[in-house]
T-cell receptor, first 114, second 115 residues
Framework: QKEVEQNSGPLSVPEGAIASLNCTYS??????FFWYRQYSGKSPELIMFIYSNGDKEDGRFTAQLNKASQYVSLLIRDSQPSDSATYLC??????????????FGRGTSLIVHP | GAVVSQHPSWVICKSGTSVKIECRSLDFQATTMFWYRQFPKQSLMLMATSNEGSKATYEQGVEKDKFLINHASLTLSTLTVTSAHPEDSSFYICSARFNMNTEAFFGQGTRLTVV
């Protein structure tokens, strides 16, 4: 079964530190990878997407993709208490019929303590 | 990012009744919409994939006669929970995307409580 795996955490980091969130995926044919943030009781909101190997930076966030290792990560620099949330990794996995389905990991709970 | 609007945000209904949830892409044409369900402290579970103008593809274990999905236009998909029961109480979320490899944007979710 094609899957996206994440450590559920919680990952606890002090304010100002770098938070590192990791994700692996099973479908070597996956083309697109996404990180979403979800606050309790709310819908996920897109933080970043990445298609190519290497790093992609946007403000305090850096997404890293290694297709050979089937590994995606999200780094959050200068972590703030407001970053405390569940972070969902998603990959478009090839489904039967030729379509690509965004498939989510279980999410990693991040706690940034003052 | 693109805007996806979901309505209603929350609904309480009696057991045995039906509830319709709407998902609209406001500023782009969504060729594909997805419907997810999320129970407390659990991950998003894909229920079905809906392509405009065709029948929805349901995930294993999701009853297509109970969860009716209609994707009549490029900007609107609806999910109808028929004969709702308390175990259907959950957070239902739609997402929409323009094409196969673009990001999916989420509606704000609908919290359904069946009493």
């Amino acid at each position: 079964q094609k899957e996206v795996e994440q450590n559920s955490g919680p990952l606890s980091v002090p304010e100002g530190a770098i938070a590192s969130l990791n994700c692996t995926y099973s479908d070597r044919g996956s083309q697109s990878f996404f990180w979403y943030r979800q606050y309790s009781g709310k819908s996920p909101e897109l933080i970043m997407f990445i298609y190519s190997n290497g790093d992609k930076e946007d403000g305090r966030f850096t997404a890293q993709l290694n297709k050979a290792s089937q590994y995606v990560s999200l780094l959050i620099r200068d972590s703030q208490p407001s970053d405390s949330a569940t972070y969902l990794c998603a990959a478009t996995l090839h489904a039967s019929g030729g379509s690509y389905i965004p498939t989510f990991g279980r999410g990693t709970s991040l706690i940034v303590h003052p | 990012g693109a805007v996806v609007s979901q309505h209603p945000s929350w609904v309480i209904c009696k057991s045995g009744t039906s509830v319709k949830i709407e998902c609209r892409s406001l500023d782009f044409q969504a060729t594909t919409m997805f419907w997810y369900r999320q129970f407390p402290k659990q991950s998003l579970m894909l229920m079905a994939t809906s392509n405009e103008g065709s029948k929805a593809t349901y995930e294993q274990g999701v009853e297509k006669d109970k969860f009716l999905i209609n994707h009549a236009s490029l900007t609107l998909s609806t999910l109808t929970v028929t004969s709702a029961h308390p175990e259907d109480s959950s957070f239902y979320i739609c997402s929409a995307r323009f094409n196969m490899n673009t990001e999916a944007f989420f509606g704000q979710g609908t919290r359904l409580t069946v009493v």
